[in-house]
């Protein structure tokens, strides 16, 4: 998982720069739904509330109750999150995972107690498929199998996964920005950095040593960087397969790939309603993508995604913000191609909007005395 980014700011317009935390972002926030839509929503926004869902996803999507995906395995629904989108390839990815469980199986190194039979599953998955190396970016689990290229999701999902074919209880925890697995032993409870190929001899070289989650000292390799005290979460399964769709969404906003960035986040609340990162990256996705259309002169829809933003968390400062400078640089634009009553029917509409915010009423005044100058 990662951060949140930044945010843009418009032209000429620097007072809306912002930094968004997970903390910055409401409790109550999530995507706006029908009752709370604009009088009025275009493909833009339209896309925002209804998703497109791949044929699979849907049905994944159907199945949901009480934290799992009903007919469909963690396996599945983690390629499914990541972009297979038919039942052909979903069964060949599935084959081959199965197919390496039986490899390991055969090898006969998974027994004794479940602690070893543990660190057995681990090191036969860093030293037989994820040998490709970590990648911030892959949180397609085709990538792992297809390239041995991991990241924190997609190494927790998949040791996870392997191990539960071998009798051990394996959950996902989430840690802000981070990933990791539970092992539920018979003796303890052990949380694994599944991104560290060597997690198991540093954890039985520091003996006592607390685990990231725990917030005590952490056992490290050289030049790894330590993390500190920081607040878990232990996660359903289908919370975990959310943090694959949040993971994209990081990705897609970065690439300024706004609406596939939106719709990846709303899935991600969908799954996971109580992760406020994800949740955050939603708003922030809103956003930036209505700043982006700003800057093109796309006022309308800047507009449209604005309302849509305030509707679904009217407490997130930027979107207010954005709307009063998104309708001063709109209304300038119509006043420089002499379009003055275009400009007051504009103003006109945003006060009646916004009718607390001053700028409107005061910049109408305004407007009428150079209309009237001239």
């Not at 090191?123 to 970016?137: A, S």
């Not at 300038?332 to 275009?342: A, F, Q, T």
Request: hydrophobic letters at 40%; aromatic letters at 8%; proline letters at 5%.
């Amino acid at each position: 998982m990662r951060p949140q980014k930044k945010h843009f700011s418009l032209p000429r317009l620097a007072l809306i720069a912002v930094l968004v935390s997970p903390a910055a972002a409401s409790e109550e926030a999530a995507p706006a739904d029908r009752a709370s839509a604009p009088r009025t929503t275009s493909s833009v926004s339209a896309g925002i509330l209804s998703p497109r869902l791949s044929a699979l996803e849907r049905d994944l999507f159907d199945q949901i109750h009480d934290g799992r995906f009903g007919k469909f395995s963690l396996l599945e629904a983690g390629f499914i999150a990541g972009g297979v989108d038919s039942c052909d390839e979903l069964q060949a990815y599935c084959k081959r995972f199965d197919q390496l469980v039986q490899s390991l199986r055969q090898s006969g190194n998974v027994r004794g107690m479940p602690r070893t039979r543990a660190q057995a599953v681990f090191v036969f998955l860093h030293q037989t498929v994820l040998q490709g190396g970590y990648n911030l970016q892959a949180s397609d689990l085709r990538q792992a199998l297809d390239h041995g290229r991991f990241n924190c999701v997609t190494a927790s999902l998949l040791f996870n996964c392997m191990a539960q074919r071998f009798g051990l209880k394996a959950v996902g925890l989430e840690i802000p920005g981070h990933a990791m697995s539970r092992l539920e032993l018979p003796q303890e409870t052990l949380d694994i950095e599944t991104t560290c190929p060597r997690w198991f001899t540093l954890i039985d070289k520091h003996k006592g040593v607390s685990s990231p989650s725990s917030g005590g000292p952490v056992p490290t390799e050289p030049g790894t960087a330590v993390r500190g005290p920081q607040p878990v979460r232990q996660i359903s399964e289908v919370e975990l397969v959310a943090t694959i769709y949040y993971n994209l969404g990081v990705d897609r906003l970065a690439e300024k790939r706004f609406a596939d960035a939106a719709a990846a986040n709303a899935k991600a609340v969908r799954l996971d309603p109580d992760n406020a990162t994800a949740k955050g990256n939603f708003l922030a996705t809103i956003n930036n993508w209505a700043i982006d259309l700003c800057t093109s002169g796309e006022y309308e829809k800047a507009a449209e995604l604005l309302r849509l933003g305030l509707a679904t968390d009217s407490r997130y400062e930027a979107f207010r913000s954005n709307y009063v400078q998104l309708f001063r640089q709109w209304s300038d634009h119509l006043c420089r191609s002499g379009r003055y009553d275009e400009a007051a029917r504009l103003l006109a509409q945003a006060a009646q909007e916004q009718p607390n915010e001053k700028f409107f009423h005061e910049a109408a005044i305004e407007l009428l005395r150079r209309w009237g100058a001239k």
